[in-house]
C-alpha cells in the first residue's frame, strides 16, 4: 500500500474540523460507493462556519429551476415522486430514462415540498441563496431521491486567465498548428483523422458570439464549425439579463475546434453559473448521451464546499457526473490555477484540490509550462507552477490509480491525471472581443488543458470507427494509466512543480502520468 505524504495529512487534519465531509453529511442522500462520508449521515443542517454570514431571506415568490436525481430508473419511482411535487404547484418533466426529474417552482413552493426553508449567505464576498436544511421528503418519497439541485449555491469558477505580457512563445499566444506539432496531432490529420462524426460537450457560463469562432477559424485556416448553443435554465440570469459573450466558452470552443476542427461540438450554457446549474447542465448532457467527451473549465475547493455548506450540491453534481459516465461519455475537468494550495480566503498555504476535477467519473487534467522554437517545435515541457494537483479529501482513490507508483496517497483520489499546455506566460491563442483590439490574445490555465483533451478524445474515437468499433472507447482513464509507461505515447513530464508537489519521473500531482503524443494516442487506443 502506497504511503500518504505525512505532511499532507499533518495540513488536512489540522482544517477537519471545519471541512470537507461534515458539508457532504448535511445531505440526507446516499453517497455514492466512491464518496467517504465522515460524520453521521443523519446529520442534516448545514455546516454554520465562522467564515459564513447569514445576510437574510429569500424572495419567496422567486422562480428556481432544479433538478432531482433519483436512485434508479423506475417509471414507478418517477411517477411517485414526480406527484407529490405536484401537489405542491411545482412543474416536473421526466428524462427519457426516469432518472432525473427536472423540477421548476417558486421557492416557498419549494420549501412547503421539501420542508424546509432558504437563506441568503456571505461566503468569501459572495452572497448566494441556500437551503436552510437538507430536504425532509415523506420516506416514500425520500428514499427513492438521491441528490437535488434544490440549493443555488455558490457561483462556479472560471480557471481561464488572461496575461497581458507574454514571456515565451508568440504575442498571441500558441495557436493551433504549434500544439499540433508539438502534440505530434499532425499525424492524426495526416491518417484523415480530425473529429469528423464525433462529438464534444462544453459545460460553460453565459455564452459566446459566433463572429469571434469565425474570426478564429479564418485565422487560423480551419474549417468551418457551427457550434450548437444549448441553453440551460433559461437565457437570462436572475436579474432577467441576457449574459453576454465570456471568454471561458469562448476560449474552451476554440480550444476543442483547434484540436478535433471537425468534431460537432455542443455548448451547454447556464446564466449565473450556480453549482446547481451545473448539476442540471451534467444531468442534461447525460440524458442527451451522444457525444464522445465532456470538458469543465469550472471548479470549486473541496473546502469551499465544506465552508459554504454546499455538500448536498457536490454530491448532487457526483451523481449527474455519475450518469454523464454511464452515458459512455469521458469527462474531463480542468485541475485548477492555484498549484497545490487551497483558498486562501480560509487560510493560508493548506493544501486542497478543485471539484469536480477530483470526482472520480472525471479525468483531471493539469498544465504545463511549454517552450518552442522559432520553427513552432517543442524545446522545453515542464511542471506549470499553477497546475493544480494533490489528493482528494472526499473520493477514494481508483484501481487504475492505486496501481500507480508515485501518487501522494493511496487511499484518495489524486490530482491530476494528465496535462498539456496552460502557463498563461505561453498561453495559447484565443479570438475573443474581435471588434476590439487585439483581436487575438494569449489565454493561460487548465481551461485551455482540459477541452483539448476532449478534442483528442473525438480524435481517438474517430481513429477506433475507422477501425470498426461502433461505441465511443470506455473506462478512458484506466486505458490511459496502462500506456503510462509508453514513452511514444504518453510524455513524462519531470522538471518542475506545482508548489508543495515537484514534478518527477512516473505519476506526480503536478502533471499527472504526462502529456499526449497525440499521433501515437490514436493508434494504441484503436
Known sequence: ??????????????????????????????????????????????????????????????????????????????????????????????????????????????????????????????????????????????????????????????????????????????????????????????????????????????????????????FYGLPTNVVHVIHIDGTRDQFGNIPPPDLEPTLDVERVIGTAPKARVNLYVVPDCFISQFVDMFAEIAENGHADALSVSYGLFEADYAQAGAGDLLLAQNAALEAVSDAGITTFAASGDSGSWGDPFIAV??????????????????????????????????????????????????PWQAATPGVASGLFKNLPDVSMDADPNTGVAVAFLVNLPPPIFPVGGTSDSSPAWAGVMALVNQGRAMHGHSVPLQN??????????????????????????????GYDNATGIGVPNVGNLVRALQ
Open 349 to 398: 498555504n493548506f493544501l486542497d484540490v478543485l471539484y469536480p476535477a477530483s470526482d472520480p467519473n472525471v479525468i483531471a487534467v493539469g498544465g504545463t509550462t511549454l517552450e518552442t522554437s522559432t520553427i513552432g517545435t517543442r524545446l522545453f515541457e515542464y511542471a506549470w507552477g499553477g497546475s493544480g494537483g494533490g489528493v482528494s479529501g472526499i473520493f477514494s482513490i481508483t
Open 1 to 218: 500500500m502506497f504511503l500518504v505524504n505525512q505532511r499532507m495529512c499533518a495540513v488536512r487534519m489540522a482544517i477537519s474540523a471545519i471541512a470537507l465531509a461534515i458539508a457532504i453529511a448535511s445531505c440526507t442522500a446516499s453517497a455514492s460507493a466512491n464518496v467517504v462520508i465522515r460524520t453521521s449521515p443523519t446529520f442534516k443542517t448545514p455546516v454554520r462556519s465562522l467564515l459564513l454570514q447569514h445576510v437574510g431571506g429569500v424572495n419567496q415568490g422567486q422562480i428556481h429551476p432544479f433538478t432531482i436525481v433519483l436512485r434508479g430508473t423506475s417509471p414507478t419511482d418517477a411517477l411517485i415522486v414526480a406527484t407529490y411535487l405536484r401537489t405542491y404547484g411545482l412543474s416536473v418533466s421526466e428524462s427519457a430514462d426516469k432518472h432525473f426529474l427536472h423540477v421548476v417552482g417558486t421557492f416557498g413552493q419549494i420549501a412547503s415540498a421539501a420542508h424546509t426553508g432558504f437563506e441568503r449567505v456571505k461566503f468569501g464576498g459572495e452572497t448566494f441563496v441556500r437551503a436552510t436544511s437538507a430536504p425532509n421528503f415523506p420516506p416514500a418519497v425520500a428514499m427513492r431521491v438521491r441528490a437535488t439541485s434544490m440549493s443555488p449555491g455558490m457561483r462556479m469558477r472560471s480557471l481561464a486567465i488572461r496575461k497581458q505580457a507574454i514571456v515565451v512563445g508568440p504575442q498571441t499566444g500558441y495557436g493551433p498548428q504549434t500544439l499540433a506539432t508539438v502534440y505530434n496531432i499532425n499525424s492524426a490529420y495526416a491518417s484523415g483523422i480530425t473529429g469528423a462524426g464525433r462529438t464534444v460537450d462544453i459545460a460553460a457560463c453565459n455564452n459566446i458570439d459566433p463572429n469571434d469562432i469565425a474570426f478564429f477559424e479564418n
Open 476 to 505: 478512458v482513464a484506466a486505458r490511459l494509466y496502462g500506456l503510462r509507461t509508453n514513452p511514444n505515447v504518453i510524455d513524462d513530464i519531470t522538471i518542475g512543480a506545482n508548489g508543495y508537489f515537484a514534478a518527477k519521473r
